[in-house]
């Protein structure tokens, strides 16, 4: 394609402006102008690539193929495509537009801008029919072309640019590339990084007279039902897939898995052998299975399970999450929802007039068959009954099942919500928490739970949002739906349970809710109310004429945590459930890492102004996306500024260099403008080659948070993630705590997070720190926060010495009255690859306002200081 000249020169002083603007300059043997290809790989993997040349035959790799955007559009990783990108430029005001293909049939299509290819704007999605709205009509001149980039042909779009402009794009890249190369650090290095390096002194002056107020919900804990942390975790009930709810779709992105997933997974038939007196079980079969639909308990709940018994002794079985665990001695509630039917049906029998009552022998036995606890129950009802026994154990089982034993045959009974509860839950709640589980919860002395997800709470498409209203109620009315992490929700943990733990251990709740949006890595299509199925992955929306409702119900849950029992229809229902008392709800988020696209932003908007309006007391927490920079940060911190949203939730996971290199990330926060949102770090974990979490991983977090309480004044909350995963079930690591059915495993990050959580403040103190090495990679590798806890009147002092040396330190708490302290001193420390290291405390002599500790190497400590009597 022939370009006309004056075009062509139009376009190159434009963006030759554009350069100067940004502080480019051209040096005397440089070209004017080169030409550029922009493209990305076939296959749609990795984003929006730029080649250059002088000649358009010899080209050259910017930046080694560096992504300058990458598409948004599909579920998790190599889901996300870009397919033949169009990239052209304004003439108008110099800005790119970049349109590409989201899918290989080119039926649906995305489109973003940016001021200068480094910047990019939010993503638009929309059918390819549209493609002229998002095309600028005064666009300069490109041409479709093929390129040899690092030896394989690619096609792509050429156009004639300013050679500033590649200048501007490598500068980019080279600074990223650099920032990478600084993240990538490691402890591993240290040999090599401090080599020479003697053991150092410290001077840390602390200022008392400089102390700010600071949060005081600053450590808190994030539960998201992943890894199996609730059914099969925290959640009590013994019993899997007690509703027969299961179902194929559960499996979600494991499709090849979803054969072995069902209504009767974890459920089996007891067949006893048949002696030869006996010979052959009417019908040919001692036992038969069948999931039902007709006339359920709820709708809800629309499965239950028919039993036919041809033999005395026959009956059915459940093997729990990997076994059911029983302890001797120890009580269980059982219950079951059956009725009998009027007739059962046997091949030699035919049809039979059923006995108006059975007994049913209830028992617990261990992967020998020994029986370890049983009872009975008799059912003695035509409708759907509950029935319920309690068995105790007379030994041990770690590898247990469930039994329901037909005493009679031939019979035949419909059952279904078959549980099994230990009596020993937290607390001793009925439909309560695993009581190990819940109490190394409580041993963090969280300030808050934030709950009951982050994907899990906006779901893989519309239709998988997590409503919660669904949760909550009678436990057969539950409405159970598919977790996003590829198993089955029963939701007997619901929300009431929630509150009813957050109560417990005197943390704020902190529901969060999906903002008219699913997750941003949806991989479903989403239905529209007029029944058209367009399959545009996560960004949909819920249809505007149904966020009305929607919004309601989010006004409803306000209700149902703080309105009154007898005045209000919602706080009636949570009395009805056992809690008359209001919940003092005072926090709700509202969006999970969501991208901020118009679809999310129309939808967040009237969300956020129906809660301002109705309950300005609670305190709305918006989303600005999964990362600590880029398209969704930028842009969602901007619609939070103009919205006046009072705080928003940051996530980041990133490598201990990070961590390391990153302590001014919130002192470059403007703490000033009173118009900014206050800050709730919701997700964060330090995360590196193969995912473990040992002590270089639970430093860096350590070191990290001294420099977050620094910045207490705009952080307001902040939770590790993810909380708990179930050994042999994890989609995710690494995670704060692992368990299986008979222990708690805390891992060398937990007791980071408990030491922060046991000795949090309310105040910060400044402190100056003198290090006899000052160099800035010594001086990164040590922190220092020192708070005061006005409640109890403590000083707390926490020192990270991320060295591989020991820091000999002197503290000195100027202007501070100190009546015969005493202290308590509590230390993790280990080599960088320890995955077992645990906090260790003991007393710590003090005499007066200053002290001398020597902080051993790779170590984190908290010295805990209380005044005398």
């Known amino acids: 394609m022939k370009i006309p000249l004056r075009l062509c020169l139009f376009c190159l002083l434009l963006a030759l402006a554009s350069s100067l603007r940004a502080g480019t300059h051209r040096t005397a043997n440089e070209p004017d102008s080169v030409y550029l290809f922009s493209y990305s790989h076939a296959d749609g993997q990795g984003g929006l690539k730029f080649a250059w040349s002088p000649d358009r035959n010899t080209w050259f790799s910017v930046a080694d193929g560096f992504a300058y955007v990458s598409s948004d559009f599909g579920p998790w990783g190599r889901g996300k495509k870009m397919f033949a990108p169009q990239l052209v430029q304004s003439r108008a005001d110099s800005s790119w537009h970049c349109t590409w293909k989201v899918t290989d049939t080119g039926k649906v299509m995305a489109h973003a801008s940016s001021p200068d290819l480094q910047q990019w704007g939010r993503q638009t999605y929309f059918p390819a029919e549209e493609l002229a709205k998002f095309a600028p009509g005064d666009a300069c001149p490109s041409s479709e072309g093929k390129a040899a980039v690092n030896g394989t042909e690619h096609t792509g779009r050429i156009q004639k640019v300013p050679y500033a402009t590649v200048q501007q794009i490598i500068r980019y890249a080279e600074h990223k590339k650099y920032r990478a190369a600084q993240n990538a650090e490691r402890m591993a290095q240290d040999p090599v990084r401090f080599a020479g390096l003697k053991p150092l002194t410290a001077t840390v002056r602390v200022k008392p007279d400089q102390a700010k107020e600071i949060s005081d919900h600053l450590i808190g804990i994030f539960f998201e039902d992943i890894n199996y942390a609730a059914d099969g975790g925290l959640y009590a009930e013994l019993v899997q897939n007690r509703d027969f709810e299961y179902a194929p779709s559960d499996r979600g992105y494991t499709p090849e898995r979803a054969s072995e997933w069902g209504p009767l997974t974890a459920w089996g038939g007891i067949r006893p052998t048949l002696s030869a007196a006996s010979g052959e079980a009417p019908g040919g079969f001692p036992v038969h299975l069948q999931i039902d639909t007709v006339s359920p308990i709820h709708s809800n709940n629309p499965h239950y399970l028919k039993v036919e018994a041809n033999v005395p002794g026959a009956g059915i079985?459940?093997?729990?999450?990997?076994?059911?665990?029983?302890?001797?001695?120890?009580?269980?509630?059982?219950?079951?929802?059956?009725?009998?039917?009027?007739?059962?049906?046997?091949?030699?029998?035919?049809?039979?007039?059923?006995?108006?009552?059975?007994?049913?022998s209830v028992r617990i036995t261990d992967g020998k068959g020994n029986v370890c606890a049983e009872s009975v129950v008799k059912v003695s009802s035509r409708e759907w009954k509950k029935y319920k026994a309690v068995l105790t154990a007379t030994s041990d089982a770690a590898d247990g099942r469930l039994e329901l034993v037909l005493q009679s045959a031939p019979v035949a009974l419909h059952l279904d919500m078959v549980s099994l509860f230990p009596q020993n839950t937290f607390k001793g709640r009925k439909n309560g928490l695993r009581a190990d589980l819940a109490q190394t919860l409580a041993d963090l002395h969280p300030r808050f739970i934030r709950f009951p997800g982050g994907c899990v709470a906006h779901g893989d498409g519309i239709d998988n949002i997590y409503d919660w209203k669904g949760s909550v109620g009678a436990l057969e009315a539950r409405k159970p739906m598919r977790n996003l992490w590829g198993y089955h929700q029963t939701r007997g943990l619901g929300y009431f349970e929630f509150f009813q733990y957050c109560e417990d251990i005197g943390a704020e709740p902190l529901p969060v809710l999906a903002a008219g949006v699913p997750c941003q890595n949806s991989g479903t299509c989403a239905r529209h109310s007029d029944g058209e199925l367009t399959c545009m992955g996560q960004q949909n929306g819920i249809p505007m004429q149904e966020m009305e409702r929607y919004i309601q119900d989010i006004l409803d849950l306000v209700e149902y945590a703080n309105g009154d029992a007898r005045r209000t229809e919602w706080g009636r229902k949570r009395a009805e459930a056992g809690h008359p008392e209001p919940f003092n709800l005072k926090f709700i988020g509202i969006g999970n890492e969501d991208m901020i696209t118009d679809v999310f932003e129309e939808r967040f908007t009237m969300i956020y102004n129906a809660l301002k309006e109705k309950h300005p007391e609670i305190t709305v927490i918006g989303t600005v996306g999964p990362f600590y920079e880029g398209t969704d940060y930028n842009e969602g911190w901007e619609l939070a500024t103009r919205l006046g949203v009072p705080m928003v939730d940051e996530h980041y996971y990133v490598e201990p260099g990070w961590l390391i290199n990153n302590q001014d990330y919130y002192d470059r926060y403007d703490r000033y403008d009173r118009s900014k949102p206050k800050v709730y770090l919701g997700e964060y974990a330090s995360h590196m080659a193969g995912r473990p979490n040992n002590i270089e991983t639970a430093l860096t977090e350590a070191l990290y948070l001294t420099a977050v309480e620094r910045n207490a004044d705009i952080v307001s909350m902040t939770s590790y993630a993810p909380l708990l995963a179930k050994e042999g079930h994890t989609q995710w690591n690494p995670d704060l705590i692992y368990f299986d059915n008979t222990g708690v495993k805390p891992t060398v990050g937990y007791y980071v997070q408990q030491m922060y959580g046991q000795n949090s403040g309310t105040a910060y103190l400044p402190s100056e720190v003198s290090l006899s090495d000052g160099s800035d990679a010594v001086r990164k590798r040590v922190g220092v926060s020192v708070v005061r806890d006005d409640v109890s009147g403590d000083y707390i002092v926490k020192l990270a010495n991320l060295l591989p040396v020991e820091v000999a330190a002197k503290v000195l708490l100027d202007g501070v009255s100190l009546t015969s302290p005493s202290a308590v001193k509590t230390l993790l420390t280990g080599s960088p690859e320890s995955r077992d290291a645990k906090s260790v405390s003991s007393a710590f002599e003090i005499a007066g306002n200053e002290f001398d500790y020597k902080m051993p190497a790779y170590s984190f400590t908290v010295i805990r200081i209380r005044q005398g009597e």
């Not at 999450?321 to 009580?331: A, M």
């Not at 039917?341 to 039979?352: D, I, L, N, T």
């Open 317 to 360: 079985y459940n093997t729990g999450y990997d076994g059911i665990v029983v302890k001797r001695g120890e009580k269980y509630d059982f219950s079951l929802f059956a009725r009998i039917p009027a007739e059962g049906y046997a091949a030699k029998v035919g049809r039979y007039t059923q006995p108006k009552s059975m007994k049913v």
